[in-house]
């Protein structure tokens, strides 16, 4: 059973940053799809990001382009979100989740088979 585990969570003023950590165990990462999601309080959870596992292609909502990064290291088996200028509305808890799909414009949850435990952002003055 792949298992994940995200950190690098925290509390962070508008226009800090974060870089959240995804590590996968159990399994190699070059095989599967990585997405990051969040779930802000009262909402349903989105797809935030993601990037394939052949070609490296990545995705992007629009809230988040030219603000995120997201990446993977296949050595260390883990995929990073790099959260720049970050704003009120990007708080939530985010998770990571591994999919033997493309990735794909609009990550869908239903696409993802396996699931982190989340970790929090809170954007806060």
């Known amino acids: 059973q792949m298992q994940l585990v995200e950190s690098g969570g925290g509390l962070v003023q508008p226009g800090g940053s974060l870089r959240l950590s995804c590590t996968v165990s159990?399994?190699?990462?070059?095989?599967?799809?990585i997405g990051w999601f969040r779930q802000a309080p009262g909402k349903e959870r989105e797809g935030v990001a993601c990037?394939?596992?052949?070609?490296?292609?990545?995705h992007y909502i629009g809230s988040v382009q030219g603000r995120f990064t997201i990446s993977r290291d296949e050595a260390k088996n883990a995929v990073y979100l790099h959260m720049n200028n970050l704003k009120l509305e990007d708080t939530g808890v985010y998770y990571c989740?591994?999919?033997?799909?493309?990735?794909?414009?609009?990550?869908?949850?239903?696409?993802?088979?396996?699931w982190g435990q989340g970790t929090q952002v809170t954007v806060s003055t």
């Open positions: 159990e399994f190699a990462l070059d095989h599967y799809s």
């Open positions: 990037v394939g596992s052949s070609d490296g292609t990545t």
């Open positions: 989740a591994a999919s033997p799909l493309k990735c794909l414009a609009s990550p869908r949850d239903s696409m993802y088979n396996y």
